[in-house]
């Protein structure tokens, strides 16, 4: 909490106003690129929230702040990814924006995997603009910097070689033009035609055509495009992953080209490391493992997605714990938000695992639990039963899993018991009513057991087994307390 009192924003961590005060003076342009080759997954998420962070950083301190994601559809498909059909091997080499939907219900495979991340975006409610690379090249956005590029193309091959240590061909281009055919990969530029936005190119096979760069008859090849984009967006801050920024890397040879052909300053920029899941390693959709950003939205609210995904310092690796350290989580994040007495998310979980989708019930069981407070607004208490709900089912480790058993169960159950806990449970029973909160069951429970003799253990086990088949649960006191009473009454008289 801060001194007044107020909330800490989320959206704005102290890491992220440090870069932001090593950024010059704006108009700002913050720039965020993803490959939509294939789904968008939890850890690119990472990317594009690292530089939101930056972009609030500075639009609070007033600049003036243009954020953009640049999905790269243009880009050629290049290798045929988890789940797309062999067939698909025709289309290597084509614009991801020109190949159809392996699926069918987008207009093309670059929108496939790009719609559903631009939802999670505007479920976050994030002030972005989502640019598809094949229209800027269209709308002849790049033109005048393909241009140059052309133009500069021996020293823009000089700085590549220079910087991977390979030797680029004679007739290398900057320049990939797309052929009659569709593919953009393996053709030879011949000519820059002069006074024209065209280049004259050998075919697939060898006849001469001609493609316009000013209506996206092709692109720029990669690193290029990376410092060409700077220049043609103006572009003054951007993230990159470590696979980019190593030595001989596409950062590297990107500032290069951007300070001695484009005439443009390096953007500033940011390093992050991946995020991985916990127990299955980095986060890759070519790996197989894929987690959406709408699965975490079905799991807690776009602020805790930003602050999971981040973690404390985004410069650092960090693996995502959706299992048994989620609730934890859950309790920082909304204790950090200044939430006041929030009802601990096990206890949210326990309530709506048992209640199911029935937001009256699970208020009066909050109520007679003690969390008066949580039940007054049905419509947040419906939302947060939702994100309980969806990670018992999708995330929660087996003994967090559980569900009140039928009276009929609880007395198949009730035949591994001994008399003694027979006795007690009935014990309870009799003693059992709406006027007892969760501390007030909970000392029932204790006290009938002392009182008979009973270990508190066994007690205790013949509860959880009658009401849930188990021998362990949650806090006994409050859970119990949240059901009607005539409910456990009819389970605890066997
Ligand atoms: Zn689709």
Redesign the pocket.
Known sequence: MTEAGTRIPTRVPEWARKVAEGLGGGPHVVVSGISVSGNIHAGNLREVLVAEAVAEALRERGERVRFIFHADTIDPLRKIAPGIPESYEEFIGHSLSRVP??????VSYA???L?PFEEALREMDMDIEVLRSHELYERGVYTEVTREALDRTEDLRLILQDVTNRKMPGHWSPFSPRSSSGKLTGMRVLEHVPGRTSVVFAGEDGFEEAADYSKGEGKLGWRVELAARWKALGVTFEPFGKDHTTSGGSTETADRMAREVFGYPVPGRYEYEWIGLKGRGDMSSSRGIVLLPKDLLRIMPPDAVRRIILGRDPARRFDLDLGEGFPRFMDEFRAEGGWEHPVPFIHLVTVAQTVGENVDAAAGMLSRGGYERAARNPEELARWLAYARNWAREWAPEGMKIGLLSPEESRELAAGLDDDQRDYLAAVAGEIGPDLDGDGVQDLLYSTAVGRGLKPKRAFAAVYKVLLGKTSGPKAGPFIAGLPPEEVRRRFRL
């Open positions: 939907d392996p699926e069918g219900c987008h929108e496939h995997f719609a």
